[in-house]
């Protein structure tokens, strides 16, 4: 998740220097956002307290 995490921060900060509104704007820092809490999900692995509130708020922020 780590790795994939990174790639998407790439992609979306890609996004952000070619976005031509501020909607376009937003919603690359959405998906910047969404991916610091995917690699936050590949650190606190599935048992711990860290990785139900991260979890939680990926799926709130991803959808």
Do not use: C, D
Request: glycine share 10%; charged share 5%.
């Amino acid at each position: 998740m780590g790795i994939t995490g990174i790639l998407l921060i790439l992609f979306s900060a890609a996004l952000v220097l070619f976005s031509h509104n501020k909607v376009e704007t937003v919603g690359a820092g959405l998906l910047i956002t969404t991916s610091l809490f995917l690699i936050m999900i590949g650190i606190f692995h599935a048992g711990t307290y860290f990785h139900v509130f991260v979890s939680t708020y990926f799926n709130l922020t991803w959808q």
